[in-house]
C-alpha cells in the first residue's frame, strides 16, 4: 500500500483511511458532510499525492499531445490548461486528464492515481515518430488542492509576493515563496526545475488552487498552509467525492473508463473533432452520430440513497446502472448520476433497484447544485 | 475510545444485543457507528417479519458506504423504532440507547448466550 508524505501528520490528527487505488488515504478527519459544507462555504484542503504527473518534453510535444489528446491544443498560451482525454482507438477513456502548457516545448499532465503506469506506458507506445521525452514524475510530486470560495484570497495573503490573484481560472504559475524558502532544502530537485507549481484548477466546483509540490518537503508546506490559513479545514476524499458528484463531474472508474467513452458520458465538448488526427477519432465520431446509452442525472422521490451499480428500471426494463450515487450534503437528498439506454432517456419517472425494493426517482439535470 | 456496554452480549458484525424479558433490542456498536461516519439513512425491517440468523434484517448508510445489518439471533420481529428511521444520527449520539433499532422475540433466548460478552467483543475491535 503506497502512502503519501503527509500520513503520519494525518495519523495524528486522527483521521479515518480508506484504500483509494493503492494508496491508504484520509477519507475524512472529523465528519464528512461538515468538510463539504465547509469547503462550499469557506475553504478546505485536500492532500491529493496519490494523483500523478506526466510531463511531455522536446521539439514535437505540442504535436504529440495533439495526437494523443481529445481536445484542442493548438491555442494554448503559456500556463494555459485544458481538459480533455486520452481515449484508445475504440474511443474508450485511458484516462481524463488536465493538460497545462509550461512552454512551447513543455506539457504537464495531471493524471488520475490508478491510472498513472498505463497512461505512461500508452503515450510511450505512441511516441515513436515523435522527438518527445515522456518523464513519469508522480513520485518526485506531491499534490494538495485548496479549495472554496476563501481559497483565492486566502493564497494570496499567504504568498503575498506571488501575485496570487493573477493566476487566472484554468491556468498554472510557479509559487516563488516556496521556491525561495524550499528549493535550497530539496535532495532531489525536478528534472525541470518546476518545483513548485500553482494551478488554479480543482475537482470540486469551488473557485481554488491545486498546488504540484515536491513530496520531500510537503510535509513543512502542508503545515504551514493549514497553520497560515484561519478556519482552514482539512477534508478527506470523501467530501472530495460528494462535491464532485454534486457539480456532475465525472470520474475515471465510474462515468469514464477504457469501455465507457466521453459521448455516453455527455462530454462531447471536450471533443475537438475539427483536429486532423488523434487517437480514437475515428471511433467517436460515429459514436457521435449514433450511441445507444446516455449519462442521466437523478434524484431520489422515496426514500434511500443510490449507489455505484445499482439497476435502473422503468416499467420492470432494466434500462441501465448507477454510475455514481450519494446522499448530497448540500441538498440533503439522494442524487445519483447513471447511464441508460437512449431510447428511454426521454423518460422521468424511473426507478433504481437498492437491496430487494425498486424506489423512485426522478430525472433532473445536472449540476445538481 | 469505543464504549462498550458491560452487560450486553455482541456480534462479530458489531450488534448488540439486549435481552428485556421475552424480547431482545438491536442496535450496534459506538465503534461501528464511529466507523461509518454520520448516519444518514437507516432501512429496517417490519414488525412480524421473521429473521434467521446471520440473515440481514437491514442496512445503515452513511454518506460514504453502506453497510448490511446482520441478525445476531433469530427471532420475530415485534417493534421497530421509528426515531431512527426519522432521525438516524441517534445511531451515532446514542448507539446504546436512543439509537436502538429494533426489538425482537428470539426463537431460542438460550442462544444469546452463544453470543460475544463485552470482554470478548472489547478484544475483537482492539485485535
Redesign the interface.
Known amino acids: 500500500m503506497n502512502e503519501t508524505p503527509l500520513f503520519e501528520i494525518h495519523k495524528k490528527m486522527n483521521a ?1 483511511f480508506v484504500n483509494f487505488n493503492g494508496w491508504i488515504m484520509p ?2 478527519f472529523k ?3 461538515q468538510e ?1 459544507l465547509h469547503v462550499r462555504s469557506s475553504v478546505g484542503i485536500f492532500d491529493v499525492s496519490h494523483m500523478g504527473e506526466i510531463e511531455i518534453e522536446g521539439a514535437d510535444a505540442e504535436n504529440f499531445v495533439n495526437f494523443t489528446f481529445t481536445n484542442k491544443i493548438s491555442d494554448l498560451k503559456k500556463g494555459q490548461a485544458r481538459y480533455g482525454f486520452f481515449c484508445n482507438n475504440e474511443g474508450g477513456v485511458i484516462d481524463d486528464v488536465i493538460i497545462y502548457k509550461l512552454n512551447d516545448l513543455r506539457f504537464f499532465v495531471c493524471v488520475n492515481a490508478g491510472n498513472v503506469e498505463n497512461v505512461f506506458n500508452w503515450l510511450n507506445s505512441n511516441s515513436d515518430a515523435y522527438e518527445v521525452a515522456i518523464k513519469n514524475l508522480t513520485s518526485f510530486y506531491g499534490q494538495l488542492a485548496i479549495q472554496g470560495p476563501r481559497a483565492v484570497e486566502e493564497v494570496a495573503k499567504l504568498f503575498p509576493n506571488s501575485q496570487i490573484q493573477s493566476i487566472k481560472k484554468y491556468t498554472i504559475s510557479t509559487l516563488n515563496e516556496l521556491d525561495v524558502e524550499f528549493k535550497s532544502k530539496l535532495n532531489h530537485s525536478c528534472p525541470n526545475e518546476d518545483n513548485f507549481l500553482i494551478a488554479r484548477t480543482g475537482y470540486t466546483g469551488e473557485d481554488g488552487f491545486e498546488l504540484f509540490v515536491p513530496n520531500e518537503v510537503l510535509n513543512e508546506i502542508y503545515l504551514k498552509i493549514i497553520g497560515g490559513i484561519v478556519n482552514i479545514e482539512p477534508c478527506g476524499l ?1 467530501s472530495r ?2 462535491l464532485r458528484l454534486e457539480k456532475g463531474f465525472p470520474l475515471h472508474g465510474n462515468e469514464l473508463s477504457e469501455k465507457l467513452n466521453p459521448i455516453v458520458a455527455n462530454l462531447e465538448r471536450f471533443i475537438d473533432f475539427s483536429k486532423a488526427d488523434f487517437i480514437g477519432k475515428v471511433s467517436l465520431e460515429v459514436l457521435s452520430k449514433n450511441s445507444d446509452f446516455t449519462l442521466i442525472g437523478f434524484k431520489m422521490t422515496d ?3 443510490p ?1 455505484a451499480g445499482y439497476k435502473i428500471f422503468s416499467n420492470n426494463n432494466e434500462i441501465g446502472y448507477v454510475t455514481s450515487g ?2 448530497s ?1 448540500s441538498l440533503n437528498e ?1 442524487i445519483g448520476l447513471g447511464i441508460i439506454k437512449k431510447d428511454f432517456s426521454e423518460i422521468e419517472d424511473i426507478e433504481v433497484k437498492i ?1 430487494n425494493d425498486k424506489k423512485k426517482v426522478k430525472r433532473v439535470s445536472y449540476p445538481f447544485v | 475510545m469505543s464504549e462498550i456496554i458491560k452487560d450486553l452480549k455482541y456480534s462479530n458484525d458489531h450488534e448488540w444485543i439486549r435481552l428485556d424479558g421475552d424480547h431482545a433490542s438491536i442496535g450496534i456498536t459506538d465503534h461501528a457507528q464511529d466507523s461509518l461516519g454520520e448516519i444518514v439513512f437507516v432501512e429496517l425491517p417490519k414488525v412480524g417479519d421473521v429473521l434467521e440468523k446471520s440473515s440481514i434484517f437491514g442496512a445503515v448508510e452513511s454518506t460514504k458506504s453502506v453497510s448490511d445489518l446482520y441478525t445476531p439471533v433469530a427471532g420475530t420481529v415485534t417493534e421497530v423504532n421509528a426515531s431512527v428511521e426519522n432521525e438516524p444520527e441517534l445511531i451515532n449520539s446514542s448507539p446504546y440507547r436512543e439509537g436502538w433499532m429494533i426489538k425482537i422475540s428470539p426463537t431460542n433466548v438460550a442462544d444469546i448466550e452463544t453470543l460475544l460478552s463485552s470482554e470478548e467483543y472489547k478484544n475483537l475491535i482492539d485485535g
Open positions: 479515518k477519507v475524512w465528519d464528512l458532510k463539504h470523501g467525492d460528494t426514500k434511500g440513497i449507489r450519494t446522499f450534503p439522494g437491496r
